[in-house]
């Protein structure tokens, strides 16, 4: 069965730092991979996928992340955190041989310390 | 641009009673789907929907559980009977195509609180 795991519940960062929120991913096909994010009282926000082809993947704000198939992750960095980017985040799976639905991980809440 | 809309964002109701979650989807897409998040843990899947029917659920989707799609652009969840354990925030999503690579657009959500 598809499962995504993000062992950090929560990861603090210093503005202007480099921040990366990390994901490991079980499907028994190909995957596809995605990051959303959450702010307060909103709804889910698509932020970057992967599909195929190259391995670093950007996506909106600056996130970008880079998928390592050995590794089975998929972990989403930014190279200088903005206070704003705090939030909860969230990867994704879809298992392209299987059914059309998307695996959630649990969540990583990002905080962006000033 | 286009987004998935979701009324109302806040419902209370009290246990035992019917809600429905109404949804519009993206107008040229095709799949559609309902998760839900009980506050503060994962986003879960309940249900996705296709050529007007349910083409996948999970173990919560449930008999107290239903999805329409009345008129060609809604796309509503019915739960019959609520429980406590409803009490969650419900996201709406939609894509264009399904085991292909496009992302799901998500609602704002209805934040459903059982009394």
């Known amino acids: 069965a598809q499962s995504v795991a993000q062992p950090e519940d929560q990861v603090n960062v210093a503005e202007g730092n480099p921040l990366t929120v990390k994901c490991t991913y079980s499907?028994?096909?190909?995957?596809?991979l995605f990051w959303y994010v959450q702010y307060p009282n909103r709804g889910l926000q698509f932020l970057l996928k992967?599909?195929?082809?190259?391995?670093l993947v950007k996506g909106s704000y600056g996130f970008e992340a880079e998928f390592n198939k050995s590794q089975t992750s998929f972990h989403l960095k930014k190279p200088s955190a903005l206070v704003s980017d705090s939030a909860l985040y969230f990867c994704?799976?879809?298992?392209?041989?299987?059914?059309?639905?998307?695996?959630f991980g649990k969540g990583t809440r990002l905080h962006i310390l000033p | 641009e286009p987004e998935v809309t979701q009324t109302p964002s806040h419902q209370v109701t009290q246990m035992g009673q019917e809600v429905i979650l109404r949804c519009v989807p993206i107008?040229?897409?095709?799949?559609f789907y309902w998760y839900r998040q009980i506050l503060g843990q994962k986003v879960e899947f309940l249900v996705s929907?296709?050529?007007?029917?349910?083409?996948?659920k999970s173990e919560i989707f449930d008999d107290q559980f239903s999805v329409e799609r009345p008129d060609g652009s809604n796309f509503t969840l019915k739960i019959r009977s609520t429980k406590l354990e409803d009490s969650a925030m419900y996201f709406c999503?939609?894509?264009?195509?399904?085991?292909?690579?496009?992302?799901?657009?998500f609602g704002q959500g209805t934040r459903l609180t059982v009394v």
């Open positions: 107008s040229n897409h095709l799949y």
């Open positions: 999503a939609s894509s264009e195509g399904a085991g292909w690579a496009t992302e799901a657009f």
């Open positions: 994704a799976v879809r298992d392209m041989n299987r059914d059309d639905k998307i695996i």
């Open positions: 929907f296709y050529n007007n029917e349910i083409s996948e």
């Open positions: 499907v028994s096909g190909n995957p596809y």
């Open positions: 992967y599909i195929t082809g190259d391995n």
